[in-house]
């Protein structure tokens, strides 16, 4: 299939809306949603190749596809799991995934440990293009429109997601004060930078003072890591709260062999 942009990006006007009237982000997310769901599957075993052709296709048809002469010359080196554009672009900072990167998302791992001992291990593994824009979509939810979903990039077989964020001017908070806004919002501390909040059943992590900041009138957290918890991970933290503990310490771990890619 060819999945070429019909013609530069530089030429188009991009309509941030998919075909069901929905957000672009949203409208690429339930597409996902609905790859799983005629698949039976999650998005850890349904394989990332079903998962990429069906977003692609879709992009397409939504003139969602952006040529990469348009994009890979202007970026400059970002953090770990993206480059920025530069300059800025609609007054919005333009970012794009690095070489098949998306991240992390939260999550359990069962483990073989001495009799006695919790076999459930918390982890952050790395995510695949489902999670990242559940991610981006509830970062959307949960703190107002954050996120713009520009389109997708694919060069040499590896898809890029390009998203936008408004160019904000920030001051840097301290982790007390992150934590008491958390609060404030009816959230529950359950390990350093990352809280749960029961009645909507959302978890947010990695909110530290490198993506939590001030803009001046209000709190913007622009690269926290939320999610729904659900099955043995949501039961683990119910259950670690209700004995008055916290979760142990988040391990970053690198999993794309978790991934099944057929």
């Known amino acids: 299939m060819n999945h070429e942009a019909p013609r530069s990006a530089a030429d188009q006007t991009y309509l941030h809306q998919g075909a069901d009237g929905a957000d672009r982000l949203t409208a690429a997310f339930d597409v996902l949603r609905g790859v799983l769901s005629e698949c039976g599957g999650t998005p850890w075993t349904v394989s990332q190749a079903r998962q990429e052709e069906s977003l692609l296709e879709w992009a397409g048809r939504v003139g969602a596809l952006l040529n990469a002469e348009d994009i890979f010359p202007f970026t400059v080196k970002g953090g770990m799991e993206h480059d920025l554009l530069h300059p800025l672009r609609d007054g919005r900072l333009w970012k794009a995934t690095k070489y098949n990167y998306f991240g992390l998302t939260p999550g ?6 001495p009799s006695g001992a919790d076999a459930r291990r918390f982890h952050l593994w790395e995510s695949g293009i489902y999670h990242y824009l559940e991610r981006l979509t509830l970062q959307n939810e949960l703190f107002g ?3 713009r979903l520009e389109g997708f990039v694919i060069s040499d077989k590896v898809i890029t997601a390009v998203t936008s964020q408004p160019s904000y001017r920030l001051e840097p908070m301290t982790q007390s004060q992150i934590d008491e806004w958390f609060v404030g919002q009816r959230f529950v501390p359950i390990t350093t930078a990352a809280y749960y909040r ?3 059943n959302v978890a947010v992590f990695d909110a530290h003072d490198k993506n939590v900041a001030w803009n001046g009138s209000a709190v ?3 690269d926290v890591i939320p999610c729904r ?3 043995g991970f949501l039961e683990f933290i119910e259950k670690t709260l209700q004995a008055g503990e916290s979760l142990c310490a988040v391990r970053t771990t690198r999993t794309t062999d978790s991934f099944t890619h057929a």
């Open 108 to 113: 359990l791992e069962l483990d073989l440990v």
């Open 198 to 200: 029961a009645e909507d």
């Open 145 to 147: 429109q954050i996120n």
């Open 229 to 231: 918890p659900e099955g």
């Open 220 to 222: 913007v957290p622009f």
